[in-house]
């Protein structure tokens, strides 16, 4: 059930400084449902469970009407959009490829995002690989039965990285054991999508966060919005806040899916080593779209500092990276 009520710019301005830190943190504010934020603007927010994490929709316009279409229209979209890289379930082209070997009759959204994984592949010098779902499978499947992924396991999982063969009609699986997964970038193309859709329906001011991703579109009430990174010691913390009026932030954190204490076996691989990247603890990356920092955060994070940077900069983009030493690098632009 929605709830609504009226609060003046003061409390609207508090409350989206709290919502700009659940912005950029695995936990997320709750629903509002549509709020007054003054006489001229009105705020509907509200969180849903999406690709196995919170989304949350926040669309600041001058209409209550027009914000609560573009917030539904922003969920719509990105639930049209989950099944179809959801390697887990349902019947979509990632699940059909991975269990069939083979997909023909991609969609141009699934087209897209494979451009976007070939570009930064390529970028990255293969440190961003959609290939790696034989690893992180390998992972679950040891830890599940109580033990730390063998060497042979790593090795074997390790042989099934770059079977993919893309053609025209469609992607075939070319090694025993291969499989994709689109997990480092899926979550920022579907916030895009779903900012787009706000966009559509006449809304000029939105934020998207989608478990981390966030996407944004003009500001809160007058002012920037304030997304947070995460502290990788303490992620429902913030480690530092960041304003902003259009773009997209991601981070990428050996804190957000792992499969022992010391966090030495997470989510993130090297598609050369097999292993989790044990130097940072957190890559974010600001760019013009989600669906690249998404993905260029997941390299960054397998890249050693050092080449992260430099490949930020050469991109024109801005990073921040805390490391297990407490070391921090960051570019000079990221805040602002």
């Keep these: 059930m929605k709830s609504t009520h009226t609060m003046d710019r003061r409390a609207f301005l508090k409350l989206a400084g709290s919502a700009?830190?659940?912005?950029?943190?695995p936990?997320?504010?709750?629903?509002?449902?549509?709020?007054s934020l003054n006489r001229q603007l009105k705020v509907a927010q509200a969180s849903r469970m999406m690709m196995g994490t919170v989304v949350a929709v926040t669309v600041v316009d001058p209409s209550p009407a027009r914000a609560q279409e573009a917030m539904s229209l922003a969920f719509k979209r990105m639930e049209e959009l989950t099944p179809i890289f959801d390697r887990h379930s349902g019947s979509g082209p990632l699940r059909l490829l991975n269990s069939e070997g083979r997909v023909q009759d991609l969609s141009p959204d699934f087209k897209r995002v494979l451009g976007l994984c070939r570009q930064v592949h390529q970028l990255t010098g293969g440190a961003f690989d959609i290939t790696v779902a034989p690893i992180i499978d390998a992972y679950?499947?040891?830890?599940a039965a109580g033990r730390k992924p063998a060497a042979k396991d790593i090795k074997a999982a390790l042989a099934a990285v770059g079977g993919l063969r893309i053609e025209a009609d469609g992607l075939v699986l070319t090694r025993e054991g291969a499989g994709v997964t689109l997990d480092g970038v899926a979550k920022g193309f579907i916030a895009d999508q779903?900012?787009?859709a706000a966009r559509k329906a006449g809304a000029q001011s939105a934020l998207i966060n989608a478990g981390g991703d966030v996407a944004v579109m003009g500001d809160a009430g007058g002012r920037p919005?304030?997304?947070?990174?995460?502290?990788?010691?303490?992620?429902?913390?913030?480690?530092?806040l960041v304003e902003m009026t259009s773009g997209a932030l991601a981070t990428s954190g050996n804190y957000e899916v792992y499969f022992d204490r010391d966090k030495l076996f997470h989510h993130i691989v090297?598609?050369?080593t097999g292993r989790s990247p044990r130097t940072d603890t957190s890559?974010?990356?600001?760019?013009?779209?989600?669906?690249?920092?998404?993905a260029m955060s997941t390299a960054c994070f397998v890249m050693r500092p050092f080449g992260a940077m430099r490949l930020i900069k050469a991109q024109n983009l801005e990073g921040l990276i805390y490391t297990r030493h407490k070391q921090k690098y960051a570019t000079e632009g990221f805040w602002g």
Excluded: E
């Excluded at 700009?20 to 943190?25: N, P, V």
């Excluded at 679950?140 to 830890?143: C, R």
């Excluded at 304030?226 to 429902?236: I, L, S």
């Design 20 to 25: 700009g830190i659940a912005a950029g943190l």
């Design 27 to 35: 936990l997320v504010s709750p629903a509002i449902g549509l709020a």
């Design 140 to 143: 679950k499947k040891s830890f």
């Design 194 to 196: 779903g900012l787009h």
């Design 225 to 240: 919005w304030r997304v947070a990174v995460a502290d990788p010691a303490q992620p429902t913390k913030a480690k530092t």
């Design 270 to 272: 090297n598609p050369s």
């Design 283 to 294: 890559a974010s990356v600001r760019a013009p779209q989600a669906a690249m920092a998404d």
